[in-house]
């Protein structure tokens, strides 16, 4: 804490942000006046425990164990020191992570909660995973909601300076604020955009997504847009993706897990073992993959867009997993299942537990698929709606004993909420050209 207030002290910060991404992943906060850090961070800041279990507009839930059942109850929260950032689009202000216990316990629904649980896990067997989300996004302006670019060109010199200013400040300040950006380009719809950045190992990676989801959109809100993580807002053009691509290291050597220069396709026995976990409990996560049911409107047979079948190959896009063989540390595996609305949180513990069950029951990995995966007829298939999905999760032992009781409860409640209120839209005709998807999901994931 010490650290933390000399940083408050030098940087003459007057507010902190004691902030959380709810189970959709929607950042939520309390701010705090600097001068009562020290206070709020000893004592704790009391804040419902319901406020994880929202939609995305904010509506609440009800029917589980941290709402109504204990009467909208606070949990009382506590910043973790390692995660305080000041903000550089606001001066004035930064942002510290808190996690939430109730009657001295944690609270065990809560996103991040769950990922350090796999993580810890992943720590057990002297493996650490690094890893960095490639999450695309819309850019619209506020007021009347025309897309940043006009057209689709992707990677077009001339449309990455659409708004020169607007993306120069985008890769500044998320570098400031810790997020080591890459590159940035134009993707395949009217105002859709993409910005890489550095990765991380284990907690830090999902900190970053995080930050890095927020940072864009309140960046682009204070220079009058609105930006959007929502995966198919607009039916005519292409989904965004969050392909989240990660590699394994020895965390006593510090040498990659992945690469093995024997092996034919390049890859090491454990290796194989992790994407024939990923691979067999693809249809069990793919609800922590694409997370709405707006998410399953990205899926279709395009090189950029996965498809429904379940596949892997090397350096192939239309496959679920595709793998780049680039020697020991260069080597990495990419989902790309992941839509940009996932939850980097539950993603990432998603990926660890099937990673760690296709390595501990030494699963065998199928064919990798060379050509066009979609011209193949008889490989597995993903689940086609947020029903089927939810279905697949249920039946997926492994995967709901990663999240635990409470969470699979709070979840398949928050998720049958969505399904009605869609079902609702469209028995009333509000959902037309995606009207109600908008509607839920664009302004706040």
């Given at each position: 804490m010490e650290v933390v207030l000399r940083e408050i002290s030098k940087r003459m910060t007057q507010f902190v942000r004691f902030e959380f991404g709810?189970?959709?992943?929607?950042?939520?906060?309390?701010?705090?006046?600097?001068?009562?850090?020290?206070?709020k961070a000893v004592e704790g800041i009391y804040l419902p425990l319901a406020d994880l279990l929202r939609d995305p507009q904010g509506t609440l839930v009800y029917g589980n164990k941290f709402t109504d059942a204990i009467g909208f109850a606070d949990g009382l929260w506590f910043p973790d020191f390692n995660t305080f950032r000041a903000l550089p689009w606001d001066t004035k202000t930064a942002t510290i992570v808190i996690e939430p216990t109730y009657k001295g316990e944690p609270v065990t629904v809560y996103p991040r909660y769950i990922a350090k649980q796999q993580f810890a896990?992943?720590?057990?067997?002297?493996?650490?995973?690094?890893?960095?989300?490639?999450?695309?996004?819309?850019?619209?302006?506020?007021?009347?909601?025309?897309?940043?670019?006009?057209?689709?060109?992707?990677?077009?010199?001339?449309?990455?300076y659409e708004a020169a200013s607007l993306v120069e400040q985008l890769m500044t300040d998320l570098y400031n604020v810790g997020v080591d950006v890459q590159s940035y380009h134009t993707e395949h719809g009217p105002g859709q955009l993409e910005i890489n950045y550095h990765e991380a190992f284990g907690i830090l990676a999902a900190d970053n997504a995080h930050v890095y989801k927020t940072a864009v959109k309140e960046i682009a809100q204070r220079n009058g847009y609105i930006a959007s993580f929502m995966s198919k807002p607009f039916i005519q053009?292409?989904?965004?993706?969050?392909?989240?691509?990660?590699?394994?290291?020895?965390?006593?050597?510090?040498?990659?897990?992945?690469?093995?220069?024997?092996?034919?396709?390049?890859?090491?026995?454990?290796?194989?073992y992790w994407i024939a976990g990923l691979l067999y409990h693809a249809p069990g996560m793919c609800v922590f993959m694409a997370p709405t049911v707006n998410c399953f409107k990205r899926f279709g047979k395009n090189p950029f867009t996965p498809g429904f079948s379940i596949s892997w190959g090397i350096d192939n896009r239309t496959c679920t997993i595709r793998a780049r063989i680039n020697g020991e540390q260069g080597t990495y595996v990419e989902q790309r299942m992941a839509a940009s609305a996932c939850n980097p949180y539950l993603s990432l513990a998603a990926i660890i537990a099937a990673g760690i069950d296709g390595i501990q029951r030494k699963l065998t990995l199928p064919m990798k698929v060379t050509g066009n995966s979609y011209a193949v007829s008889n490989l597995p298939q993903l689940p086609t709606t947020m029903g089927e999905a939810m279905d697949a999760f249920n039946k997926d032992n492994i995967i709901?004993?990663?999240?635990?009781?409470?969470?699979?409860?709070?979840?398949?409640?928050?998720?049958?909420?969505?399904?009605?209120?869609?079902?609702?839209?469209?028995?009333?005709?509000?959902?037309?050209n995606n009207e109600w998807d908008r509607k839920m999901f664009f302004e706040y994931m």
């Open positions: 709810d189970i959709y992943g929607v950042a939520r906060s309390k701010i705090v006046p600097a001068r009562h850090f020290r206070e896990r992943l720590k057990q067997m002297n493996i650490s995973l690094a890893s960095a989300h490639e999450h695309e996004f819309w850019i619209m302006d506020r007021q009347t909601r025309k897309p940043l670019t006009p057209d689709v060109n992707v990677c077009s010199t001339l449309r990455n053009y292409s989904g965004s993706s969050g392909f989240i691509c990660h590699s394994l290291w020895d965390t006593k050597t510090k040498r990659g897990l992945l690469y093995d220069p024997d092996s034919p396709d390049g890859i090491s026995e454990l290796g194989r709901k004993d990663a999240f635990g009781e409470d969470f699979c409860d709070a979840f398949l409640a928050l998720k049958m909420h969505e399904i009605r209120s869609e079902r609702d839209a469209k028995t009333n005709m509000t959902n037309i």
